[in-house]
């Protein structure tokens, strides 16, 4: 095998390790981080690609965007205007990948208090298509769909 030959476990390794930080930190927005889609999404999306989607039902208008810079727009007027949102992963999301394409559903709780202090728990999931794009895995398809509130 030729030296730097990525491995199909190493790549399951890289891209839930991708997904615990796209979840966990990249969809953080506190006091002390504000959130700035460009500045915490931008690694995990792929930008210049035709054929991206993006939806997420936590978008009240349930916009489908066709770019990732779309959807940041939509993130950019909603989140700095909360107070606070955090997302805490539930288990792991089990990538299967096949050659540069891969694909997994990865379920996390969003917390979120917003700009009037109303508090909220919801427990989403997301499914993600992921390209690899030379040495980088980048998003070029995501759902994300809120399953219930959680209580707990």
Not at 10 to 30: C, F, M, P, Q
Not at 113 to 132: D, F, K, P, Y
Request: aromatic residues 12%.
């Amino acid at each position: 095998m030729a030296e730097g030959t990525i491995l199909p476990r190493d790549d399951v390794k890289i891209l839930s390790d991708l997904a615990r930080d796209w979840v966990e930190n990249g969809w953080r927005h506190t006091p002390d981080e504000p959130f700035d889609f460009y500045e915490r999404l931008a690694r995990f999306y792929d930008w210049s690609s035709e054929g991206t989607q993006f939806f997420d039902d936590f978008d009240k208008e349930r916009r489908v965007n066709m770019s990732a810079s779309q959807y940041a727009a939509i993130w950019d007027a909603v989140i700095p205007t909360m107070r606070k949102l955090t997302n805490v992963m539930i288990g792991e999301p089990h990538p299967l990948v096949s050659g540069d394409l891969a694909v997994m559903s990865v379920q996390f709780v969003t917390s979120f208090v917003t700009a009037e202090g109303e508090e909220g728990r919801v427990h989403t999931l997301s499914s993600l298509v992921w390209r690899r794009s030379g040495n980088d895995w980048r998003i070029i398809r995501e759902h994300g769909s809120g399953i219930r509130p959680h209580h707990g």
